[in-house]
């Protein structure tokens, strides 16, 4: 048995799960203190399963701390960063088209030194142990204990980042270093800046997952505990530490693969309908369908693995225009429990709507009995077309496909889509993104530009295959389960014949799990 946790913005919520059955689940309200939530939710479905501690094999956890320390430009420990590329790329230093808070914030100390490999191992220049003291002082000298260091080519050859990271440590013992290979994805610039948020926020998570440890401790939960990240696979609570930013965007993935297990359906249109937005996600296979493109988090361009999500401004606690016409993306979010109609508060929200047409249950229904029944059937339309719009901007060409309604605000649909060949509506809908959380797998991925005419295709992606694998292992995969579910082949311009961009995804189940502990 499992716990599952999803620490959201409005609710945290968290389920019990033996196999691929829930046995109980609760949503409750995100405190302030985030660990209060948590807390809360571990103490409501214990007690309500009456299962003893000694029972919970492992707890997965989804949470959005990270995420919301970056847009909100807090907790954020002042970086050095270390660039390998010169001479090239002198006139776009590090950080250059960062928005300035977060760049204040992180502290602008950027050290462009010479170094760096070419895709096919050639160096850019060599590196100048000299200037790489010389920088390193200087951060010394200003008391950086946080560092990221990135290198042309680096997810091809590590070396020069490596030869940097082993000086740095020389020099700042309880130095804080994140190497930009070890996210794996070519582009420098987006490499590099995924690399520099990671670093600011390694003291935070230190402190957030010790956090986490405690509250399962004081639960008498001794078992392992496992962060999800942002392809839908697990993470140990110590790779956290050193990897927080990985989690970016776990929230709609956990909503993903929830819907996956609930339906059974691996290829379907997501809809996740919370208080504020519906995140619109697509399954491909069981797993969310990435993003190719580059992925902004708190307006810094960055190249994660991230899943293809549409945002859209319609949740329970969107606001209605006294004709229904116009609904958000202004919301009340979290006060919507005590600032909408049935709650007795004065705010006409998307949930009044639903009440007001019969169709659900909650609150006070007579605070709506007065609202104008055509506005009601206009705003209900309205929230319909809303989804479908959003939907067909998702779909894989023009195919039609199942659609999974599921989170707390899934309510407001009460008619039929037009954009979705059929509708879920599972039953645990609302906790979705707790059981993604408790049903994920660990992974990992490699990522190269290849020339097939110097290393066939089939050694290649056995090369790539074993490194993926060694990075799941690592991530707390059973090796026994590992199987590959992506090979992505890329062909790169300009680069001569058969060069291709090669990325290989392997995953696996937990090792406690496959052990049956």
Request: charged share 20%; with cysteine.
């Amino acid at each position: 048995m499992r716990i599952g946790i999803d620490v959201g913005g409005t609710h945290t919520d968290a389920v019990i799960m033996d196999g691929n059955t829930v046995l109980t689940s609760t949503k409750v309200l995100t405190s302030a203190d985030v660990m209060e939530g948590v807390a809360n939710a571990l103490d409501t479905v214990l007690s309500a399963s009456g299962i003893p501690v000694s029972a919970i094999q492992s707890v997965m956890i989804g949470t959005t701390q990270f995420t919301n320390a970056i847009i909100e430009r807090r907790q954020l420990a002042e970086t050095g960063v270390f660039r390998l590329n010169l001479p090239s790329g002198r006139g776009l230093p590090p950080m250059v088209d960062w928005p300035d808070d977060i760049a204040d914030a992180v502290g602008r100390h950027a050290y462009t030194l010479h170094g760096g490999k070419l895709y096919d191992g050639w160096p850019v220049a060599d590196l100048d142990a000299d200037e790489i003291d010389r920088a390193i002082a200087d951060a010394a000298a200003k008391g950086l204990k946080n560092f990221a260091i990135s290198s042309a080519f680096s997810p091809m050859d590590p070396s020069p980042e490596e030869f940097v990271e082993r000086k740095l440590r020389a020099a700042i013992p309880d130095a804080q270093i994140t190497c930009s290979h070890r996210f794996g994805r070519l582009g420098l610039m987006e490499r590099e800046n995924a690399a520099i948020l990671n670093a600011t926020l390694l003291h935070f998570a230190d402190t957030v997952v010790s956090a986490f440890l405690t509250a399962l401790q004081t639960r008498n939960l001794s078992c392992p505990v496992f962060i999800s990240q942002n392809d839908g696979t697990l993470m140990s609570a110590d790779f956290v530490r050193a990897f927080p930013a990985l989690t970016f965007a776990s929230g709609p993935t956990n909503s993903l693969r929830g819907a996956m297990l609930l339906t059974g359906v691996e290829d379907a249109i997501v809809v996740d309908i919370g208080g504020t937005t519906s995140d619109i996600g697509v399954l491909q296979g069981g797993f969310p369908r990435e993003s190719n493109s580059v992925i902004e988090v708190g307006g810094v361009r960055t190249n994660f693995r991230m899943p293809d999500i549409q945002a859209i401004g319609l949740g329970g606690g969107s606001l209605v225009s006294d004709d229904g016409e116009t609904i958000g993306p202004q919301s009340v979010g979290h006060r919507l429990t005590e600032e909408g109609l049935i709650f007795g508060g004065s705010t006409l929200t998307a949930t009044d709507i639903v009440v007001a047409g019969g169709y659900q249950t909650i609150g006070d229904p007579s605070a709506v009995a007065s609202l104008s029944p055509k506005m009601v059937a206009t705003a209900r339309q309205n929230m319909l077309t809303i989804l479908d719009r959003g939907i067909e901007m998702m779909k894989p060409g023009a195919v039609q496909m199942p659609v999974i309604l599921v989170g707390g605000g899934s309510v407001l649909v009460t008619g039929d889509l037009a954009a979705a060949q059929e509708v879920h509506r599972p039953e645990h809908a609302g906790v979705a993104n707790a059981i993604g959380a408790a049903i994920a797998q660990v992974g990992g991925e490699s990522e190269k530009i290849i020339s097939y005419q110097t290393l066939p295709r089939e050694d290649a992606i056995s090369t790539l295959t074993r490194e993926a694998e060694e990075k799941a292992l690592g991530a707390g995969a059973a090796r026994e389960s590992l199987r590959t579910v992506d090979i992505e082949e890329t062909e790169v311009p300009y680069m001569g014949q058969d060069t291709m961009r090669v990325r290989v995804k392997v995953i696996g189940d937990l090792a406690t799990q496959a052990a049956g502990a």
